[in-house]
């Protein structure tokens, strides 16, 4: 089955940069969807399609998919950026299913 | 504005089968989307576990296919959720949610239900 390997934690000061990546087999082959997650909240996407923002998603948030790394990349980090992040794809293989990455805790310093 | 809600018991009993359903509110089931649950254990991660479309095409988490049959039911506007022999390791929150794209896809879930929390315990 697909892997998706990610960071447990990254952690960045407010007003910087944030980068969280993705690990997959050849992933670039692949639509990638991230999600946000803060304590005792259900997901909320924040990126899909690799790089499209849903409708309400700050244009700090953005995204990259190439060879084996897709990324998360969250530009002047805000305190309330703090939560889990998690990658998600789809695998069209022999036996079809949804993957996602283990999650990232990113921390605001 | 579309709704999910997930409903069901809170505690189940280690060998017996959890039952949820998420019930949809401002969008028929009939017109579509793969509808989706996803499980997460206490501090750990997201895991999906099955999808179903309105006409009952349904694809599995490989690795809970023995144990899952999701369903749907057009005439209540909801689907269902059964997980048999459950153990203490199914013990999560459930979410049901809903992909972005009406097709016959599952891609990204941009509509979630709030979770529900299921304890196996005796």
């Known amino acids: 089955s697909y892997v998706l390997t990610q960071p447990p934690s990254v952690s960045v000061a407010p007003g910087k940069t944030a980068r969280i990546t993705c690990g997959g087999n050849n992933i670039g082959s692949k639509s990638v969807h991230w999600y946000q997650q803060k304590p005792g909240q259900a997901p909320v996407l924040v990126i899909y399609y690799d790089s499209d923002r849903p409708s309400g998603i700050p244009e700090r948030f953005s995204g990259s998919n190439s060879g084996n790394t897709a990324t998360l990349t969250i530009s002047r980090v805000e305190a309330g950026d703090e939560a889990d992040y998690y990658c998600q794809v789809w695998d069209s293989s022999s036996d079809p299913s949804v993957v996602f990455g283990g999650g990232t805790k990113l921390t605001v310093l | 504005q579309v709704q999910l809600q997930e409903s069901g018991p809170g505690l189940v009993k280690p060998s017996e089968t959890l039952s949820l359903t998420c019930g949809v509110s401002g969008y028929s089931i009939s017109s579509g989307y793969y509808w989706g649950w996803i499980r997460q254990p206490p501090g750990k991660g997201l895991e999906w576990i099955g999808s179903i479309y309105h006409s009952g095409s349904t694809y599995y988490n490989p690795s809970l296919k023995s144990r899952v049959t999701i369903s749907v039911d057009t005439s209540k506007n909801q689907f269902s959720l059964k997980l048999s022999s459950v153990t203490a390791a199914d013990t999560a929150v459930y979410y049901c949610?809903?992909?972005?794209?009406?097709?016959?896809?599952?891609?990204?879930?941009?509509?979630w239900g709030q979770g529900t929390m299921v304890t196996v315990s005796s």
């Open positions: 949610a809903r992909p972005t794209s009406p097709a016959g896809t599952v891609d990204a879930f941009d509509i």
